[in-house]
């Protein structure tokens, strides 16, 4: 079993809808958890982290942190076409010195 | 503030070469990690280096290793080349104890024959 899977979709969403990215883990000592958004040919960008359960909002994207259940989701509202990327979650271990991604999701979102 | 820089942007090597890969920390960051990415795959950890020690390692066998210079600049070598390292490789950088917010450079695009 992997540390963390994600639908790698793809995604197709017309302009303006809500869209909901979702990676589960099964180690429950990760400690931080991040979402990333990558265009093509390019490195990593971080959009949020989060470190405990419940909610973090930032424009038009909401990071959600279910620790009990191991999920860990990212909306993304009004989506725009230059939402149109890849999204990874990532996890760091509670030592620290781990680190562990999806294999991301393909986002495309149609004008 | 300058950001992350890795160099080359790409290379091609044969099976059985060595690589080098350099990364630049982002301006005051004192942490890097190195990460490789294969096509349609998220980014795999290689290792992390703090006060120019290895303090992480993920599952790469030893032919990865790595360097940290006092400017917190960083190597990544890979020795005795196979084809399935042929990926894009990844360095990010932070302060320590912050790797949460790791900034990441463009990459290195390896290519091996």
């Known amino acids: 079993q992997k540390e963390v899977e994600q639908d790698p979709g793809p995604l197709s969403v017309p302009e303006g809808a809500i869209v909901s990215l979702n990676c589960t883990y099964s180690?429950?000592?990760?400690?931080?958890f991040m979402w990333y958004r990558q265009y093509s040919r390019k490195g990593p960008e971080l959009l949020m982290y989060t470190y405990s359960s419940g909610n973090k909002e930032d424009g038009r994207f909401t990071a959600q942190v279910d620790k009990s259940s191991k999920y860990i989701s990212l909306f993304i509202r009004d989506s725009q076409p230059s939402d149109s990327a890849t999204y990874l979650c990532?996890?760091?271990?509670?030592?620290?010195?781990?680190?562990?991604f999806g294999t991301g999701t393909s986002l495309t979102v149609i004008p | 503030e300058t950001g992350v820089t890795q160099s080359p942007t790409h290379l091609i090597k044969t099976r059985g070469q060595q690589v080098t890969l350099r990364c630049s920390s982002q301006s005051g960051h004192n942490t890097v990690s190195w990460y490789q990415q294969a096509l349609g795959q998220g980014p795999q950890f290689i290792f992390q280096y703090y006060r120019e020690e290895e303090n992480g390692r993920g599952n790469f066998p030893p032919r990865f290793s790595g360097l940290q210079f006092p400017n917190y600049s960083s190597e990544l070598n890979v020795n005795a080349l196979e084809l399935d390292d042929s990926a894009l490789y990844l360095c990010?950088?932070?302060?320590?104890?912050?790797?949460?917010?790791?900034?990441f450079g463009p990459g290195t695009r390896l290519l091996v024959l």
């Open positions: 990010a950088s932070s302060l320590w104890g912050a790797a949460q917010t790791q900034y």
């Open positions: 180690n429950s000592a990760f400690q931080y």
């Open positions: 990532a996890m760091i271990s509670n030592t620290g010195n781990q680190f562990y």
